[in-house]
DNA sequence: GTGGTCTAGACCACT
DNA sequence: GTGGTCTAGACCACC
């Protein structure tokens, strides 16, 4: 989505920053599936990283099963649509504890916090 | 509430980051109504941070109005619940937004979101 | 159990292999269960490569359960023996694996092989 | 039987990798008795290697009976049955060893790797 | 061209 | 002291 000149938070990893944005593109379909990836360098570039770094990110994501290598030809998206869509729950998931724990400290109660989607909706 | 050790991301400036965390803090009723809060100096201890800083936070939390001072005794939390409903508001408003449009970038509706939170309530 | 003036394969990565010779060291009980490992710069004296390379060892032993790590404190052998137990299948099998595959490339049965162990007891 | 693209180990001279290549073609019956075989040419292509190598390889062959050489003919394999069926077991001894030291390393005893065995066969 | 590996050296956070 | 991360630059095997 947005790669150049981006601003990376220091209290993450890089790496892990760009898996979880990767990881981002493949749910939403900008990546699709089974679809070529681009080089560690040409990636590096669009980072603006170390293709090191980028080794990294790709191993990462090879080892959680969402791209796979084929030596020489480059990294690929999974062609597995069921991986894809379990990636799209674990990030909702995430989502919606960041939500919900963010409200509760706000004192807010789920019920509330339900509420406040809906009345949102209306408008 | 946890103020040292704390980690500062990269993207918005840090002055702002802790004026977030006192606003939470003030509304969750860590710092009651009218309640003094911390001197500079002790703040900028607490929060590992330049006493300058603290002074440009203080500033801005009196901008808002959610925080006065009387010279030479301190700085104190607004007497104004009202405010501090208001900023509870605002506070959950942008909790919400960041966690529908992370969702609608994930592809999920507000519909299903809604679902999501209360299925997770029955776990 | 012997690092010093180690030859690497040429044609595993050299972090494979250390990770397999520390893997046996774990399967042998010459590391014991909760044990700490060797940091990482003093293993890379001992195994002669580089720290970077044995923080890919150590990293990879993490994946797959075998190590943990404390912040500060370094790098110590899982506390699970069901773990363990379960390396030391993975290895036996693989063993045995190799041994049966060679034998058959010479034209020589399980049953063949059996027997050759138990005559070769009886010496 | 798989010659070209070859790995050779580090740790061990080429010529001598190439020897067992060869001699495990000959027990498996991949090279019959009494066959000539590929020139010093054919098999430094084969073998991707140097031709003096190659030469060094069938010397050492020689050396060890398993082959022969006719002036202005070529090599041959020896036509001598025994021999074969000497080396055949000369290498699974070698491969036997290898397996049951390996599992002795790993703490398994012999009885507990015929096990393995039968129980792996049943599967 | 592709990714995979290794080295060297640096800086960081945590204990 | 510990491991974690990042960069830079190199060489390799595979296609």
Redo the contacts between chains.
């Keep these: 989505m947005e790669e150049d000149n981006m ?5 993450l990893p890089i790496y892990l920053q760009v898996v979880t944005m990767i990881k ?1 593109d493949i ?3 900008e990546l699709l599936l089974g679809a070529k990836m681009p080089s560690v360098r040409d990636m590096a570039l669009q980072y603006t990283i170390n293709p090191n770094t980028v080794s990294r990110v790709y191993k990462e994501l090879e ?1 959680e099963g969402i791209c796979f290598t084929k030596r020489g030809m480059g990294t690929f998206v999974t062609e597995e649509s069921a991986k894809v869509e379990q990636l ?1 729950q674990e ?3 995430e ?2 504890e ?3 724990t ?2 509760k ?4 109660s ?1 019920e509330e ?2 509420k ?3 009345e ?2 209306i408008c």
């Design positions: 601003e990376y938070n220091a209290a981002r749910v939403t379909g080892n799209k990030m909702a998931k989502l919606l960041q939500f919900l963010g409200m400290k706000l004192g807010i789920e916090a339900i406040m989607i809906k949102r909706e």
